[in-house]
Structure formats: C-alpha cells, structure tokens
C-alpha cells in the first residue's frame, strides 16, 4: 500500500511537471527570461574566457532555448547576435528580468509582451510580439525598449 502511495505521488509529480513545462506561456517566459537577462547561466563567461569561439561555444549559449525554439528562429538569433549584444552592451551593469507580462495577441500563437529588467541603478522596459507554433517559439520582435 505504502509503495503505491509512493508510486502514485510520483507519477502526479511528473505529470505536473510535463504540463507546467509544455506550458506555452512558461516557454515564453523562459525564452524572453534567456533574451534579457544579462549573461543567463553564465553563457557570456564561457564566451569571453574562449581563446576562439568555436561552434561549441555557440552551442552552449543557446542550450537554454534551444529546445523550445524552431530552428529558423534560432537561426536568426545566432546571426543577429542576440542575445550577444545585450551581454556586451550591459556587461558592467547586468540586467535581471524582475516582471513579464503576456497578452494574447491573436488566436495563431502570437503574444504581445512587456519584460522589466533592472539593476542597482536603472529599469529598462522592453517590448514586442513573440510566436509560439507547434509547441516551438518561431517568432520574435522586439519593437522598443525605455531606460527609465
């Protein structure tokens, strides 16, 4: 009895889990988390101590969304260098994502989202649309940020 108790509380676990994850906003967070927060995991660190960057390096500063993004998307970011060059530009003043606020923009997948990042010093609000198809965030535009 106690063993199916156990067996049980554990597949309620999991099965908690695998929903909570699958979650279409949770994937949004994560990903617009991964995008504004300065060196997240520690992916610029391993990027700067690099002697050459190589496609190993690369690799590791996506791991994160590599998952949850398509592999179009995931593209353009590596090209477009983002999030690079938020890791360079906010590099002595790092920045966390302190709010993400989601709107549904459209019956297709598409958000409308506003993230909050501050430091010691600043806030910066960034905004934009970001799609989420098939389970894969496909699509993302950042229309503006504000240093306040």
Known sequence: MKKTIIVLTFIVVIAASIVYFNCPQRKL????TFI?????DGRMDKILEAEEVNDEDINFYYATIEYITSEELLNKL????????????????PYLVKTINLTKADSKGKYDYEVVCSNESSTITFTGNVRINEGKIDYFYEKSNKIN
């Open 29 to 32: 967070e994560l990903f617009l």
């Open 36 to 40: 504004y927060t300065t060196n997240y």
């Open 78 to 93: 590596v090209n477009n260098r983002i999030p690079f060059v938020y890791d360079l530009s906010y590099a002595d003043t």
